[in-house]
């Protein structure tokens, strides 16, 4: 009886992979030479002239920063640096709120804390400026951006501080 079993068992096995053998799987890859149009669209710069705001002078805002926001404002993940600066940029977009400025030129930060589980104060000194006399970028400005641009403290858009050697 057992004999019998095994001898079904095994011919249902061939059977089964006579049947899979069978099965063929078609695959065709073709390739021509492919050329993207991909769109451009060319954007001619704006220049900007920022005017400060010499009636209200320097200004000095204090703001005070609750636990609730702090958390919100300052990811424990992040380093020390990144906090800080998610703290003066908080700082910079109240005052520009409050005085209804486009940006705080110059501005100074004070950021303490007796303890951090009670709040954070960050005290902001600066000028008020707003945009004014926006316009094309024209031939006359270029000269001026380039001569920026090859100042060798700078990369690209940030500013490398001079160290003297």
């Known amino acids: 009886m057992r004999m019998k079993k095994l001898f079904l068992l ?4 061939m059977l089964s992979l006579a049947v899979s053998a069978q099965k063929t799987v078609k695959f065709e890859n073709n390739q021509a030479r492919a050329f993207d149009v991909v769109p451009n669209s060319y954007v001619k710069p704006l220049t900007v002239e920022l005017k400060i705001d010499e009636q209200k002078g320097r200004i000095t805002d204090v703001w005070e920063i609750r636990p609730d926001e702090l958390i ?11 906090q ?3 703290l003066r940029n908080y700082a ?13 030129v110059a501005p100074i930060f004070n950021i ?6 009670r709040g ?12 004014v006399n926006w316009k094309t970028m024209d031939d006359k400005d270029v000269l001026w951006m380039n001569v920026e641009r090859a100042d060798p403290r700078k990369v690209g858009q940030s500013y490398t501080p001079y160290v003297r050697q």
């Open 10 to 13: 095994s011919v249902a096995c």
């Open 120 to 131: 954070v104060t960050v005290t902001l000194i600066g000028f008020c400026a707003n945009f």
């Open 92 to 104: 910079i977009f109240k005052s520009s709120q409050k005085h209804n400025c486009d940006v705080i």
């Open 112 to 117: 303490r804390s007796e303890d951090v589980s």
């Open 84 to 86: 800080m600066q998610n």
């Open 72 to 82: 919100a404002l300052v990811n424990e993940k992040d380093a020390g640096d990144v």
